[in-house]
């Protein structure tokens, strides 16, 4: 397969959708997404890195979030939305991935939620790009191909509905988890 073939097979929907391995502190798309926990207050993971790397205008976002919308802490497919802080992205959208075997089989249910209201989120505000990690397939322990169906099916479903976002990036840190994705993504096209 040529280079640049296989680049194209990176991309997804007439490249609405771009499939990379990196840091998703670094991305310059609008917002990228926290895979966070429903304290808000941080963690460890891509939560812990967006948190060190953002600085505490996003703590101090997401402790006013908790404090006048949700005491009890954001529920599990929820997504809100703060400052970037000093990230390349103006935006973080922080949601609440289902851990895997602990939502009375709500699971599927909870995964596809994360991303659906992040992607709305985003819209309502205006955006035009933004990046997500692989929600959920790290200390919540989804299984990684099943994610991929999930994520890839719950995207094309609302992009084909939208016509405002023209950037959508999967951003994996590893590329053995980038490669899982490809191999299991349901991607019409
Ligand atoms: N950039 C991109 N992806 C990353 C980064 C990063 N800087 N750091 C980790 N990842 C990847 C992990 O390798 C994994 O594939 O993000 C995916 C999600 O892993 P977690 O961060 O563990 O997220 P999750 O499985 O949703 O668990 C959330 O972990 O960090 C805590 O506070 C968080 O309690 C919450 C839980």
Redesign the pocket.
């Known amino acids: 397969m040529q280079a640049d073939q296989k680049q194209m097979a990176n991309e997804f929907l007439k490249g609405r959708v771009r499939v990379v391995v990196g840091?998703?502190?670094k991305q310059e798309t609008d917002a990228i997404v926290n895979?966070?926990?429903s304290s808000l207050l941080?963690?460890?993971?891509?939560?812990?890195?967006i948190h060190r790397a953002g600085g505490p205008q996003i703590l101090e976002a997401c402790r006013e979030i908790r404090r006048t919308r949700f005491p009890e802490g954001l529920p599990s497919g929820e997504a809100v939305i703060t400052t970037g802080g000093k990230l390349p992205a103006l935006y973080v959208i922080h949601t609440v991935?289902p851990i895997y075997g602990n939502q009375e089989g709500r699971e599927a249910e909870l995964l596809a939620n994360c991303y659906h209201n992040s992607l709305t989120l985003a819209v309502e505000k205006n955006l035009a790009s933004v990046a997500f990690?692989?929600?959920?397939?790290?200390?919540?322990g989804?299984p990684r191909a099943e994610a991929a169906e999930i994520s890839s099916r719950t995207i094309e479903n609302f992009l084909s509905k939208d016509r405002q976002l023209s950037e959508v990036l999967l951003?994996?840190?590893?590329a053995d988890?980038a490669k899982t994705f490809l191999e299991n993504q349901k991607f019409s096209e």
């Open positions: 840091d998703i502190t895979a966070a926990n941080g963690g460890g993971g891509v939560d812990g890195a991935g990690p692989s929600i959920s397939t790290g200390v919540y989804y951003v994996f840190f590893g988890d």
